[in-house]
């Protein structure tokens, strides 16, 4: 794909809405281990939310109104601590978008960058605190680092995606210091973060609706 136009972000948002309902068990059965078994739920309800609100905006053209749009419609439909994050998230890229109704792989990069950078501001969490947090994380460094190669928009997005798929496995091994896990102690140990589970399917899905 060249350049993103407001469309392939509707597409994109309706993309992760569908992935998410598709694994909403998964992801909820994965908080009930270590949390409130409401992740699924949660995610399902702030992304339909999202797509809805974007379908009856199909004349927005600008970028940045689209995430913004996303992020009032994430944050008021979701209660949980994912909510804030999110709409945090969708803030940031709204921000670096702003003006703009086609964006190519620099512009996007920097909008994944900027979504990543906004929920660890958000969650005052950084990598190794088994949060969502060690999937954005290594998933924007990833994806700068593709960048910086000069590899195009596709290849930057795959990459990380890997990147979020080996950093939720990675919160396996991780004792919990943020978020409702922090309560277990070494309970949480051999089981993924539901958040970070849900983040690589998020870039995931991003890579394979804009690569
Ligand atoms: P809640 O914990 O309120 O039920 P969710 O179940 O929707 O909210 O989301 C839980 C996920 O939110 C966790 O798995 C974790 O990845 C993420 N999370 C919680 N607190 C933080 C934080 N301070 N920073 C980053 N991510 C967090
Ligand atoms: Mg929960």
Known sequence: MGEVTANELRSMFSA????????????SELDGV???????ITMELGFSTVKTALAS????????????????????????SSGPLYATAFMRAGAVLKGKTSAGADD??????????????????VTGEKTMVDAWHPAADAAEAERAKGSPLAVCLKAAAEAAN??????????A???RASRLGER????????AVSAAL??????ESLG
């Open 57 to 80: 905006n199909d004349a927005e053209a600008d970028l940045g109104a689209i995430f913004n749009i996303a992020a009032k419609s994430f944050l008021n439909a979701v209660g949980a």
């Open 177 to 179: 210091t943020k978020g």
């Open 34 to 40: 270590i949390g409130d078994a409401d992740h699924g």
């Open 108 to 125: 996007m990069v920097a909008a994944l960058t900027a979504m990543a950078k906004g929920i660890e501001d958000r969650g005052k969490a």
């Open 188 to 195: 949480v140990l051999g089981h993924a973060d539901p958040g």
């Open 16 to 27: 992760i809405a569908d992935a998410v309902t598709e694994h909403r068990d998964r992801l």
């Open 166 to 175: 080996a950093g939720a496995e990675s919160t396996k091994a991780m004792l």
């Open 202 to 207: 998020i870039v995931g899905t991003m890579a």
